[in-house]
């Protein structure tokens, strides 16, 4: 089993920037891939970002391509995701998520074995 744990979301103005974290513990070189999913009020849970852990490949939204980076630590035990350029519509509960089996399609939220349990981040 995963453990995932979230932090660094805040209230941060529009065109700031900001650094969250995720760490997981437990059974982690089981893990595939890991990702950014982020969920506003009243819409879906959506795919932001995410890792392959060994090729170190990268997987970005369109809507935050240019602004948002994500990438791990030499252990790979810990995810970040770099948001600069803020934007309101960046406002969103943000979760980490990890997958055992590698899949073609990185953001399917159905798909992800274990989640965290999610950072607030406020653009206002």
């Known amino acids: 089993h995963v453990q995932l744990v979230e932090s660094g979301g805040v209230l941060v103005r529009p065109g700031g920037s900001l650094r969250l974290s995720c760490v997981a513990s437990?059974?982690?070189?089981?893990?595939?891939?890991m990702g950014w999913f982020r969920q506003a009020p009243g819409n879906e849970r959506e795919g932001v970002a995410a890792?392959?852990?060994?090729?170190?490949?990268?997987f970005y939204a369109d809507s935050v391509k240019g602004r948002f980076t994500i990438s791990q630590d030499n252990a790979k035990t810990t995810l970040y995701l770099q948001m600069n350029s803020l934007k309101p519509e960046d406002t969103a509960v943000y979760y980490c998520?990890?997958?055992?089996?590698?899949?073609?399609?990185?953001?399917?939220?159905?798909?992800?074995?274990?989640w965290g349990q999610g950072t607030q981040v406020t653009v206002s």
């Open positions: 890792i392959r852990r060994y090729s170190g490949t990268t």
């Open positions: 437990g059974y982690t070189s089981e893990l595939c891939s």
């Open positions: 998520a990890a997958i055992i089996q590698c899949r073609a399609n990185w953001n399917e939220t159905g798909t992800y074995n274990y």
